[in-house]
C-alpha cells in the first residue's frame, strides 16, 4: 500500500485489473472502461476504470501501461492516498517472493510518475 500525502485525485475510485467476464459485467453495470488508443492490445487485455477519463489516461502513461503488460496478472485500485497493488492469484511462494515485491515497487514507481 502506499501511503502519499500528495497524491493525485486521480487515485480515488481509480481500479485496473485483467479483462475477463467478470470484470465486463461490473464495467457494464459501474459505468464503463476507459481505452487507450495508442495501445489497443493493452485496451483488450485490461480494464481501467476511474472517475475521470482524462487524468486517468494521463496517469497510464506508455510506461506504466508496458510494466503492466508485461506482468499480465497484476492488479491495481487506489482511493485518496492509498494505491494498493496486487496480482488475482494466491501469494508467491517464498522462492519468489522478493521478485514479486520488487515488481510490486517498481508498478508503485511508475504511478509515482503518472
Known amino acids: 500500500m502506499d501511503h502519499r500525502p500528495n ?11 485483467p479483462l475477463d467476464c467478470d470484470v465486463l459485467m461490473r464495467a ?3 459505468g464503463g472502461i476507459i481505452e487507450f488508443d495508442d495501445s489497443p492490445d493493452f485496451s483488450r487485455h485490461y ?4 472517475n475521470d477519463a482524462a487524468a486517468v489516461r494521463a496517469l497510464f502513461n ?3 501501461r508496458q510494466a503492466l503488460a508485461v506482468h499480465s496478472r497484476c492488479c491495481a485500485a487506489g482511493c485518496g492516498r492509498e ?3 496486487w496480482r488475482g492469484e494466491m501469494l508467491p511462494p517464498a522462492g519468489v517472493l522478493d521478485q514479486f515485491l ?3 515497487d517498481r508498478i508503485r514507481t511508475l504511478f509515482a510518475r503518472g
Open 7 to 17: 497524491a493525485p485525485a486521480v487515485l480515488d475510485d481509480l481500479r485496473t485489473e
Open 28 to 30: 457494464y453495470y459501474d
Open 47 to 50: 480494464s481501467v476504470q476511474g
Open 62 to 64: 506508455r510506461d506504466l
Open 83 to 85: 494505491l494498493i497493488w
Open 102 to 104: 520488487l515488481e510490486g
